[in-house]
């Protein structure tokens, strides 16, 4: 009995480690507090509580999501008009997006005049007999969730592994021929949180699973710098959005946008990217207090949230609303401003109060 329960927890130990999630929430005053998360293929493990509990739906906001992948722009326009922005993406496709910036927010992403992924959330999100806040159980027992997912092309084959983590955060259900649906969940109440359609195409070039495959993957965009300053713009307000619609969700106030605080952030994901580190002290010893200073940011309380290696920008939201320290930040209802920095995969967030 002694070896087998010194096996047991021997293995536990070894899984857990195979994880990587750095959070600090040490402050460096009591008015600065920081908080990062790293994505390597994997995110970490989450203690998740099931709520059986059904809510009733919001009103409805794309009722039939799914069936809008291959549709052309034209019918797009027609149903949605147009959009509020037209936001470059680092896998080719352009992200047209729709938000009232309270409680509807939706991102097509469009190849070729043809919608190839969706992204939404918010309190409307209401689609396919899914609705915003809605048990993880339902929507299991609706679906059927599945720890691998298979999808062909021509010759090759290709199986997107979840481990337990993404079963409960991000699942992924092949729902159509060359149609999958990621359900984002809120680990903290193990509520539906959004919800992204793609093409197998599109999850090919995004990688968000382990992948085991017979042929070959789409090779990486090679992308000039012009590109990068447009993805890294685009993917920067949509974080801004994204976040000021989960604060709506948990009836927190809207934030501001903070012009100077987001060079702020910028900076130190461009620093981070190029010095290849992630922390949220830089190589020189600087913390967020410091880089605050640099720029002659006045502020009462300040905090920091970091990611890395997301593949965007409604990812690395995800992850941290999944994250006891960045949620935190995310929700602290004296926060009034928030910068945004971007640079490639690397993610800034610096939050204010004035």
């Given at each position: 009995?002694?070896?087998?329960?010194?096996i047991?927890?021997?293995?536990l130990?070894?899984l857990?480690?195979?994880?990587l999630?750095?959070?600090?929430n040490?402050?460096q005053?009591?008015?600065?507090?920081e908080?990062?998360?790293?994505?390597?293929?994997?995110?970490?493990?989450?203690e998740t509580?099931?709520?059986?509990?059904?809510?009733?739906?919001?009103r409805?906001?794309?009722n039939?999501?799914?069936?809008?992948i291959?549709?052309?722009?034209?019918?797009?326009?027609e149903?949605?008009?147009e959009?509020?922005?037209?936001?470059?993406?680092?896998y080719?496709?352009?992200?047209?997006?729709?938000?009232?910036?309270?409680?509807?927010?939706?991102?097509?992403?469009?190849?070729?005049?043809k919608?190839?992924?969706?992204?939404?959330?918010g309190k409307?999100?209401?689609?396919?007999?899914?609705?915003?806040g809605?048990?993880?159980?339902?929507?299991?027992?609706?679906?059927?969730?599945?720890?691998?997912?298979?999808?062909?092309?021509?010759?090759s084959?290709?199986?997107?592994?979840?481990n337990n983590?993404?079963?409960?955060?991000?699942p992924l259900?092949?729902?159509?021929?060359?149609?999958f649906?990621?359900?984002?969940?809120?680990?903290?109440?193990?509520?539906?949180?959004a919800?992204?359609?793609?093409?197998?195409?599109v999850l090919?070039?995004?990688r968000?699973?382990s992948?085991?495959?017979?042929?070959?993957?789409?090779?990486k965009?090679n992308?000039?710098?012009?590109?990068w300053n447009?993805?890294?713009?685009g993917?920067?307000?949509?974080i801004?959005?994204?976040?000021?619609?989960?604060?709506?969700?948990?009836?927190?106030?809207?934030?501001?946008?903070g012009?100077?605080?987001?060079?702020?952030?910028?900076?130190?994901?461009k620093?981070?990217?190029?010095n290849?580190?992630?922390?949220?002290?830089?190589?020189?010893?600087?913390?967020?207090?410091e880089?605050?200073?640099?720029?002659?940011?006045?502020y009462?309380?300040?905090?920091?949230?970091?990611?890395?290696?997301?593949p965007?920008?409604?990812a690395?939201v995800?992850?941290?609303?999944?994250?006891e320290?960045h949620?935190?930040?995310?929700?602290e209802?004296?926060y009034?401003?928030?910068?945004?920095?971007?640079?490639?995969?690397y993610?800034t967030q610096?939050?204010l109060?004035?």
């Amino acid at each position: 009995m002694r070896l087998i329960r010194s096996i047991i927890i021997l293995s536990l130990l070894v899984l857990i480690g195979y994880y990587l999630l750095e959070v600090n929430n040490e402050p460096q005053d009591y008015s600065v507090q920081e908080s990062s998360l790293k994505l390597e293929n994997r995110t970490s493990l989450l203690e998740t509580k099931l709520v059986p509990k059904r809510e009733k739906p919001t009103r409805k906001f794309g009722n039939e999501l799914f069936q809008w992948i291959g549709k052309d722009i034209k019918q797009l326009s027609e149903s949605f008009g147009e959009p509020v922005r037209k936001d470059l993406s680092a896998y080719g496709y352009e992200w047209w997006v729709y938000t009232n910036n309270e409680q509807k927010y939706i991102q097509f992403g469009v190849l070729d005049n043809k919608v190839i992924t969706i992204y939404v959330t918010g309190k409307d999100l209401y689609a396919n007999q899914l609705y915003a806040g809605q048990p993880y159980q339902e929507v299991n027992k609706q679906f059927s969730f599945k720890d691998k997912v298979s999808m062909s092309q021509g010759i090759s084959t290709y199986t997107f592994k979840l481990n337990n983590e993404e079963m409960q955060m991000r699942p992924l259900v092949k729902v159509a021929e060359n149609v999958f649906v990621q359900y984002y969940f809120d680990t903290f109440t193990s509520k539906l949180s959004a919800v992204r359609v793609s093409t197998g195409e599109v999850l090919l070039k995004q990688r968000p699973y382990s992948i085991e495959y017979r042929g070959k993957l789409p090779a990486k965009s090679n992308l000039s710098d012009e590109e990068w300053n447009k993805i890294e713009s685009g993917m920067e307000q949509q974080i801004f959005s994204i976040t000021n619609i989960i604060r709506s969700q948990f009836d927190k106030s809207s934030l501001n946008w903070g012009e100077s605080v987001s060079k702020v952030a910028f900076l130190h994901s461009k620093d981070m990217a190029e010095n290849n580190y992630f922390s949220h002290y830089g190589l020189n010893g600087d913390g967020l207090k410091e880089r605050l200073a640099a720029q002659k940011v006045y502020y009462l309380s300040a905090g920091e949230n970091i990611a890395a290696q997301y593949p965007d920008a409604p990812a690395a939201v995800q992850g941290w609303l999944n994250s006891e320290g960045h949620r935190k930040a995310l929700l602290e209802s004296d926060y009034t401003h928030l910068g945004v920095g971007v640079y490639h995969f690397y993610y800034t967030q610096n939050f204010l109060q004035k």
